[in-house]
C-alpha cells in the first residue's frame, strides 16, 4: 500500500513537471509577438514553479492566496532555494507585475524591455531542471533557454558630429586697454596745456606712466581672467546637437520602505556619471524636484509610465531614464529603461544585481550598460572617466547621501550638511556629496 501511495506521488509529480514545462514553453512563444501576456505569464509560471517547490520541500501552502514574493521568500528563508534564483524570481516578479498594470503601449515594446525576464526566466528553467530536479531541460525548451540564458544586446554607436566650440574673443581687452591709455593721455595733456611749469608737466608724465603702467597690468589680468572664464564656459557648455535626458527616480520595489530614500541619491550618481559625456545634456536633480513639487508629485510612492513621460516633457527632455530596484536577503537588483519622451517607446532596458555592499559598482555597472542606448559615441577620456573609481563609496554612506539630500528637498539645510560631512570623512573624493555641500553652502 505504501509503494502505492509513492508511486502515486511520482507520477502525480511527475504530471506536474510536465504541466509547468508546458506552462514553460507557452510563456516563451508569447515574447516576439505579445510582450504583454509574456511578462504576465512568466510570473503565472514562476509562480507555479515555486508552489511545485514549496509543496514538494516544505508541504502544503499555509495560504492559498500566497503571492510570488511570499513564496519566494519562503523559500529563501528555508534555504530551498539559493540567494541566486531569488534575485530571478524577483526580477521575473518585477516585470510580470508591470505587465499586469496593462499599458496601454506595452504591445509597442522592443525584446530589449522583455529581455531582463526573458533572461531570469531562462536561466530559473535551466535551474529547476538541471540542478533542483537533476534531470535534463525538455527538448522543446532547449532553444529558449539557450537563447536567453546569457543574455547580450549589442546597440551600435551612431557617430555625432560635433560642432566646433566658439573661440573666445579677445578684442575687448585691446579695447579695454586703449581706453585706459586714452584717459590717461587726455589727464596728461590738460595738464599740460594748464601747467606751464616743466617740473609740474614732468611730475604729471610719471603721473601718466603709471597710470598706463596701471592700465597695462589690469589688461592683461582682465584678458587673463577672461580667458580663464571662457575655457571654463567651454569646458562646461553642452555641444549643441547633445541628447537632453532626465533621470526619473527608481522605484523601490523591496518590502523594506526605508529603502525608499535610496532612489534620490542612485539618481544623483547616474545624473553625476552621465554627466561626464559631452553629448548628453542631462537635467540637473534639482530642477527634477521643482517639477514634481509643482506637480504635487513629490510625495510619490511611484512613477507610472504615463506620469514618467509627462515629466520629462516638462523638463524638456528626449528621453527619460527611470526604473525599479530591490533588496533581498543581502542581494540588490537593479533594471532601468529608457523611454523615448516623445513616442513613449521604450528604446533600451538593462539590469545589474549583485551583492548589496557592491552598490557603487552595480550603479557604475549600470550607466555602462544603459549608456550605448542613448546612440552617442564616447571619446576615450569620458569612458575613462565613468569607470573612474576614485570616488568609490561605501553602501552605508550611499544610504546616508540619499538621506542628506531628502533633508535638502525639504529645506533642513544644517542637517544635511553634518551627513553630508560625514559623507566625505569617509569618501573624501566622492564628487556628488562635495557638489551638494558647496550648493548648500554657497545658497546659506
Given amino acids: 500500500m505504501q ?14 513537471v510536465t504541466h509547468l ?7 516563451f512563444g508569447y515574447a516576439d509577438q505579445d510582450p504583454d501576456t509574456f511578462l504576465q505569464n512568466a510570473r503565472k509560471t514562476t509562480e507555479a514553479i515555486c508552489k511545485f517547490i514549496y509543496s514538494k520541500e516544505i508541504g502544503e501552502l499555509k ?4 503571492m510570488l514574493n511570499d513564496l519566494s521568500r519562503a523559500l529563501t528563508q528555508q534555504k530551498v ?3 541566486k534564483i531569488a534575485i530571478l524570481i524577483g526580477t521575473i516578479q518585477t516585470y510580470g507585475n508591470y505587465g499586469a498594470h496593462a499599458q496601454e503601449d506595452l504591445s509597442e515594446a522592443t525584446r530589449e524591455w522583455i529581455a531582463p525576464c ?17 534531470g535534463d531541460v525538455p527538448q522543446e525548451l532547449l532553444t529558449p533557454v539557450n537563447d536567453f540564458k546569457e543574455h547580450q544586446t549589442t546597440s551600435k554607436a551612431i557617430p555625432t558630429n560635433h560642432s566646433s566650440k566658439a573661440q573666445p574673443k579677445q578684442n575687448n581687452t585691446k579695447y579695454i586697454l586703449l581706453g585706459l591709455i586714452g584717459i590717461a593721455i587726455i589727464v596728461g595733456t590738460i595738464f599740460f596745456f594748464n601747467n606751464g611749469n616743466n617740473e609740474v608737466v614732468v611730475q604729471q608724465q610719471n603721473t601718466v606712466n603709471e597710470k598706463v603702467d596701471e592700465a597695462k597690468e589690469v589688461s592683461e589680468n582682465i584678458e587673463k581672467t577672461s580667458e580663464e572664464v571662457i575655457e571654463k564656459v567651454n569646458e562646461v557648455t553642452k555641444d549643441v546637437n547633445a541628447k537632453r535626458i532626465a533621470i526619473i527616480y527608481f522605484d523601490n520595489s523591496s518590502d523594506d520602505k526605508k529603502l525608499d530614500q535610496l532612489k534620490k541619491g542612485l539618481a544623483d550618481m547616474l545624473i553625476s556619471d552621465l554627466s561626464k559625456v559631452s553629448m548628453l545634456d542631462v537635467v540637473e536633480r534639482a530642477r527634477l524636484e521643482e517639477i514634481l513639487k509643482e506637480q504635487e508629485l513629490n510625495n510619490s510612492a511611484k512613477f507610472d509610465h504615463e506620469t514618467a513621460t509627462k515629466i520629462g516633457k516638462l523638463l524638456g527632455a528626449e528621453h527619460i531614464m527611470t526604473g525599479s530596484f530591490f533588496e533581498l536577503m543581502g542581494r540588490l537588483r537593479i533594471d532601468s529603461r529608457l523611454i523615448d519622451v516623445e513616442t513613449g517607446k521604450i528604446i533600451k532596458s538593462e539590469g545589474v544585481d549583485g551583492p548589496t555592499g557592491t552598490f557603487f559598482d552595480l550603479e557604475k555597472s549600470l550607466v555602462t550598460k544603459m549608456v550605448s542606448g542613448f546612440e552617442v559615441e564616447l571619446k576615450p577620456e569620458e ?4 569607470e573612474d573609481k576614485a570616488e568609490k563609496i561605501s553602501y552605508k554612506s550611499s544610504l546616508l547621501f540619499s538621506e542628506s539630500l531628502d533633508l535638502i528637498d525639504k529645506g533642513d539645510d544644517h542637517k544635511a550638511i553634518e551627513k553630508l560631512e560625514k559623507v566625505l570623512e569617509e569618501n573624501p573624493d566622492f ?3 562635495k557638489k551638494a555641500l558647496n550648493q548648500i553652502k554657497v545658497a546659506i
Fill in 3 to 16: 509503494e502505492e501511495n509513492n508511486q502515486q506521488k511520482v507520477e502525480h509529480l511527475e504530471a506536474k
Fill in 21 to 27: 514545462s508546458k506552462m514553460l514553453v507557452k510563456s
Fill in 63 to 66: 495560504n492559498k492566496k500566497m
Fill in 81 to 83: 532555494i539559493p540567494n
Fill in 118 to 134: 526573458q533572461t531570469a526566466l531562462a536561466n530559473l528553467t535551466n535551474w529547476f531542471f538541471l540542478e533542483y530536479l537533476n
Fill in 383 to 386: 569612458k575613462e572617466a565613468m
Fill in 431 to 433: 564628487l556628488p556629496a
